[in-house]
Nanobody, 121 residues
Framework: QVQLVESGGGLVQPGGSLRLSCAASGSFFSINDMGWYRQAPGKQREMVATITNEGSTNYADSVKGRFTISRDNAKNTVYLQMNSLKPEDTAVYSC???????????????WGQGTQVTVSS
């Protein structure tokens, strides 16, 4: 079983910062890509940022220059540093990991439970 546990959400004023963390635990062979996604009320889930196990990153246009994704492979943890937050960043943020549980198995997607980020004055 693979578990992803997120932390770091909360309420912040516009222009403020938050750092999200997501740690993977359980029994697995390797973790490939990791990423953060978000879903605002009444909207579809969207990709925020992804990072490969080699450190290559990809960002949604709406967060470029404000958010930074990083990972610590030794700790099986992915981070999202969010700066200059805007009210439109309000959403439930979920982490994703593409995990290979066995060396010969194909990688599968696992999701965290989500953490609420609210940007409001």
């Amino acid at each position: 079983q693979v578990q992803l546990v997120e932390s770091g959400g909360g309420l912040v004023q516009p222009g403020g910062s938050l750092r999200l963390s997501c740690a993977a635990s359980g029994s697995f062979f390797s973790i490939n890509d990791m990423g953060w996604y978000r879903q605002a009320p009444g909207k579809q889930r969207e990709m925020v940022a992804t990072i490969t196990n080699e450190g290559s990153t990809n960002y949604a246009d709406s967060v470029k220059g404000r958010f930074t994704i990083s990972r610590d492979n030794a700790k099986n943890t992915v981070y999202l540093q969010m700066n200059s937050l805007k009210p439109e960043d309000t959403a439930v943020y979920s982490c994703n990991a593409r995990v290979r549980r066995l060396a010969w198995a194909r990688a599968l997607d696992y999701w965290g439970q989500g953490t609420q980020v609210t940007v409001s004055s």
